[in-house]
Each structure stands twice: as structure tokens, then as C-alpha cells.
């Protein structure tokens, strides 16, 4: 306590105030000086008590900080008295429940990060290793003409596949980070269909999915290019469970509360026990296909989801129904 400038000269200061009240005091009478020695005495001590206590506090707040800094977030230095210490501690308390959120997020973040890195890797570690041995058999020069064509576009398909790994990656990356800028502007729902149908009609040709459209004029407040992402990666997995000859059903509907788009297949299903995780990156069920990244409908969650929209997904081995769902207000 004494190492404390402020303190050694209020000390002093006190010392030398009281030493001259007595001094005076002598001039009146010895028991005024004796009485007021003794007064000046017993307030430097409550004095000095008070100071002492108030200091071994800020100690205890100073070894709460240090153990803090270490990491130790489990402390709790609250009182239920008043006064400024006590709305000090209570501050402190409230900086560390900050710091330990933010050092749990941070932790989760990492976690997240490795598992993507992981996955991203095991991705591209299976196209990569099936075009280098393609690429190894096409130096053969006795290779048959006909391998050599298939091997070629083998090897293009598995481009393609890493390109739009890439692509999806990088558009999840923005919405992750918040860079991603999703418009407010009405678009149009059958118009919003139909363009998102565009890149998708050779896959239902080569399935011969029948599609079907119903419901009519509606409309929503959004993005329409983000929205049209969704809907595409939601077709897209619609038409790799559909069999050969099914349909789908792309229905939209405008009320009060919100402007719903459903899609619906005739596919496999998807299994009960993969529905609470079907949204989750790299996430991929019993009945992925070969080809399945776990990506599509992450990206399409994550979407909705910036636009104070909802997606849900319901199936049975008949097939699978998913809801689009872009709420008029939020509260």
C-alpha cells in the first residue's frame, strides 16, 4: 500500500496537518492538545485500515484480470453490496461473460475451419488422384482411340466438378463473412422459376424428369440472383435422387405472412435419421450419390436464412417436399 505515491503524500500531508492542530491546540489548553492528538491519531489509522482494505480489493481484481488473461474465464467477482467497487466488480464480471463468448466462438470458428479445410481437401484429393491416372494413360501412345476419348472426358467432368466445388466454396465463404449483399427489391416468382429452370433443362432431358408448375402470380421482397442459387442447388438435388421418368413439382404461393416456393420429387427419400443434419456443409446421407459434395443445399440454407427466410424439408420413401419460405415482415 505504501509503494503508492498518492498515498505516502496524503499521508504525510495528514502527519503534518495534525502535528500542527496539536502544536496550536498546546496554546490552549494540554488536555486540547493531548485530545487533539488522539483524534488525529485514530482518524489516520481508520484512515490507513480503510485504505488497506480498499487496496487488497484492487489486488483481488488485479489477480481476476491476470487469471483472465490466462484464460480462466470461470471466476465470479460479483458482490451484492453497493457502491463503486461494487459496480466495478459487476462491470468486470460482465467484460469477462463477453470475453469468454467471444473465445468460444473463436474456438468453434477454428474447429469449423479445420473440419472445411479437411473436407475441401477431401474433396479435391478424389477428382485430383483419378486425373492423374487418367492423364498418366493418355502419355501412352498405344492408348486406344476410344480410351483416349473417355479418359478426355472423364477428365472434364472431374474439372467441372472442381470447378463448381470452387465456385459454391468461395459463394459460401462471402455469406459466411457477411461481404455477400443481398438485395430488397420485389421479384417475381414464376419469372424467378423459370430462369432458374434454364441451366437445369439438359439434366431433366437426360433423366426425362417430367416437370410441373403450378400456382399462380406471386412475389416477395429479396434478392432474386441469391434466391435463384437456392432454388437451382434445391432442383439440383431433386433431380439427382429422381429415377428415370419421375417428376417434380415446383409449386409457389403468396398470403399475408410470407411468398412459398415448394419443390417437390418422387426420389428415394431422404432417411429419418439424416433430416436434422441434411443442411450442414459436407454433410452426406445414406442416399447420396457418388457425385454428391454435401454442399447444394448448405449454400441454399445459408441463402434463406440471410433473407430472414426459411427453408424446411419433409420426406417419405415416396419422395421429398422442400419448402422455401421468405417472410413479408420480421419481428
Not at 110 to 132: C, G, N, V
Not at 133 to 160: A, H, N, W, Y
Request: proline residues 3%.
Amino acid at each position: 500500500m505504501l509503494r503508492n505515491k498518492e498515498v505516502r503524500v496524503f499521508l504525510v500531508a495528514v502527519v503534518i496537518i495534525a502535528v500542527i492542530g496539536t502544536i496550536c491546540s498546546y496554546y490552549i489548553s494540554l488536555q486540547a492538545s493531548v485530545a487533539t492528538a488522539v483524534t488525529s491519531l485514530l482518524l489516520i489509522t481508520c484512515f490507513m485500515l480503510y485504505t488497506a482494505w480498499r487496496y487488497r480489493e484492487i489486488g483481488k481484481l488485479s489477480d481476476y484480470l491476470r487469471k483472465i488473461s490466462n484464460g480462466d474465464y470461470s471466476l465470479d467477482v460479483r458482490d451484492n453490496h453497493e457502491g463503486e467497487l461494487s459496480i466495478l466488480k459487476s462491470d468486470m464480471y460482465k467484460v469477462t461473460l463477453r470475453l469468454s463468448e467471444n473465445s468460444s466462438r473463436l474456438q468453434e470458428d477454428k474447429l469449423k475451419l479445420t473440419d472445411a479445410i479437411s473436407d475441401i481437401s477431401h474433396q479435391l484429393k478424389t477428382p485430383l488422384t483419378s486425373m492423374m491416372v487418367m492423364s498418366d494413360l493418355l502419355r501412352d501412345p498405344g492408348l486406344d482411340e476410344g480410351k483416349r476419348r473417355e479418359f478426355t472426358r472423364r477428365i472434364q467432368v472431374q474439372l467441372e466438378r472442381i470447378e463448381w466445388l470452387v465456385s459454391s466454396l468461395l459463394k459460401l465463404s462471402k455469406i459466411d463473412a457477411g461481404t455477400a449483399r443481398f438485395k430488397k427489391e420485389v421479384v417475381n416468382v414464376p419469372s424467378l422459376i423459370q430462369e432458374a429452370l434454364e441451366p437445369l433443362l439438359i439434366p431433366l432431358e437426360i433423366k426425362d424428369v417430367t416437370l410441373q408448375i403450378e400456382g399462380g402470380p406471386a412475389s416477395f421482397v429479396g434478392d432474386g440472383n441469391w434466391t435463384k442459387e437456392a432454388i437451382i442447388n434445391i432442383l439440383k438435388n431433386s433431380i439427382e435422387h429422381s429415377a428415370e421418368g419421375g417428376r417434380i413439382t415446383i409449386a409457389s404461393q403468396e398470403n399475408a405472412l410470407f411468398t412459398e416456393i415448394t419443390i417437390t420429387d418422387q426420389g428415394s427419400g431422404i432417411p429419418k435419421e439424416d433430416l436434422p443434419h441434411i443442411f450442414k456443409r459436407f454433410y452426406r446421407g445414406k442416399n447420396a450419390t457418388e457425385d454428391s459434395v454435401g454442399i447444394g443445399l448448405a449454400m441454399a440454407y445459408s441463402i434463406m436464412k440471410n433473407q430472414d427466410g426459411d427453408i424446411e424439408v419433409s420426406s417419405s420413401p415416396a419422395g421429398t417436399i422442400f419448402s422455401l419460405k421468405i417472410y413479408k415482415h420480421t419481428i
